[in-house]
Each structure stands twice: as C-alpha cells, then as structure tokens.
C-alpha cells in the first residue's frame, strides 16, 4: 500500500509563501496523476491541483492560478505545491493524493491514496 506524506504547512501572513512536499513510500510509476486537495472547517475538501508523473501535464482550480504552482521529482518520488501570494481564504488542511487515471481529476472518488494532510493558516 502507497503510503504519502506531506510536510511544509505553517502559519504565515497574507501574501507570503509556502511550499507543500508530498512524499510516497513506494514508486509511483503505477499511478498517473498526483494531486492537492484542501478542507477547511466546515466546509468539503475541494481540488487545488494536479500533475502527471508521465509529461507534467498540470491543472488548477480557477482560485490558485497564477499563485500556486505543482511539480514532481520522480527520482526523488515527491510531488511539491508552491504556493505565492497566500490569501486568508487559502487557509485549510492540505492533502495529497494518488489517482490511477490519466486524466488529471479533480473528484475526490478519482483518487485512491490519501496523506494525512499538513495545515495551512494565513492571517490577515
């Protein structure tokens, strides 16, 4: 079973940054697509982006692009999300997750394995 972790959450104000990392336990050559998710309290955990380990084709929800950008290291079996000019909305628990579909999804149900998450928090 495919374990991820992720690292790199914190507290930090409006406007500052941050970088996600993803790490999973095994080789990842058998799922095609990586992805960030968010929850915040209350609310569902909604996709933030995704990539293929193939070609590093991307996607993004409208609200991060432009500040928010996925890569993966292969080598390295990692997958990051830099994440600039953070806004209070951003603020939620991050998680990645591991999808057997080429299709970049952003459905939750597309996604097989899940870390554990790692909280974000933008003050105002």
């Known amino acids: 079973q495919v374990q991820l972790v992720e690292s790199g959450g914190g507290l930090v104000q409006a406007g500052g940054s941050l970088r996600l990392a993803c790490v999973a336990s095994?080789?990842?050559?058998?799922?095609?697509?990586m992805g960030w998710f968010r929850q915040a309290p209350g609310k569902e955990r909604e996709f933030v982006a995704a990539?293929?380990?193939?070609?590093?084709?991307?996607r993004y929800r409208d609200s991060v692009k432009g500040r928010f950008t996925i890569s993966r290291d292969a080598i390295k079996n990692t997958v990051y999300l830099q994440m600039n000019s953070l806004k209070p909305e951003d603020t939620a628990v991050y998680y990645c997750?591991?999808?057997?579909?080429?299709?970049?999804?952003?459905?939750?149900?597309?996604?097989?394995?899940w870390g554990q998450g790692t909280q974000v928090t933008v003050s105002s």
């Open positions: 997750a591991s999808s057997l579909s080429p299709m970049i999804p952003i459905s939750t149900v597309d996604y097989r394995y």
């Open positions: 095994e080789r990842t050559f058998s799922f095609y697509s």
């Open positions: 990539i293929t380990w193939t070609n590093g084709r991307t």
